[in-house]
């Protein structure tokens, strides 16, 4: 019996990722591919969305929650920063998103160690795999003592 265990929505990840990237190499090119990029970030939301994933907060950070345009400082954006917030003003819709700065040790919730339940590799064979959880749990215990 095979003992492998399934990541859910693994799919729909790689299709997230790939729309993100597809929409990012898009912007940064030129404004006429503009609606393209738009479209795929839109894409890569509803597929969050209707797999009931979640997006990364890094992703979700630089996605316009009005147009879904992408928020590429200097090209799609304004950034200013003004009494310890950082404002991303998006050019196209004129919609603002602030991220707080004043807590310094704030930690996300994907960045905490306690988030990693379990990390799986695909890439490998079994017993690589078994090998690399062990390295990978004693380096989780090693930075949970440091906090």
């Known amino acids: 019996m095979n003992n492998t265990k399934k990541c859910i929505g693994k799919d729909s990840f790689q299709r997230m990722n790939y729309l993100y990237q597809l929409s990012n190499q898009l912007a ?3 404004q006429s591919a503009h609606i393209a990029s738009v ?3 839109n894409l ?3 597929i969050s969305k209707k797999a009931v994933l979640r997006l ?3 992703l ?3 996605i316009c929650k009005s147009c879904r345009s992408l928020l590429l400082p200097g090209i799609t954006c304004k ?7 950082i404002i ?3 050019l196209k819709c004129n919609h603002m998103k602030i991220f707080d700065t004043r807590n310094q040790d704030y930690v996300t919730w994907n960045q905490r160690s306690e988030s990693l339940v379990e990390l799986l590799d695909y890439s490998a064979t079994q017993s690589e795999n078994e090998e690399s959880k062990k390295v990978k749990l004693e380096e989780m215990d090693i930075s949970r003592n440091k906090m």
């Open 56 to 58: 990364d907060a890094d």
């Open 39 to 41: 479209q795929y970030a």
């Open 79 to 85: 950034v200013r920063i003004k009494k310890k917030r």
């Open 60 to 62: 979700k950070n630089t």
């Open 88 to 90: 991303k003003h998006c």
């Open 44 to 46: 890569a939301v509803n």
């Open 28 to 30: 940064t090119e030129n």
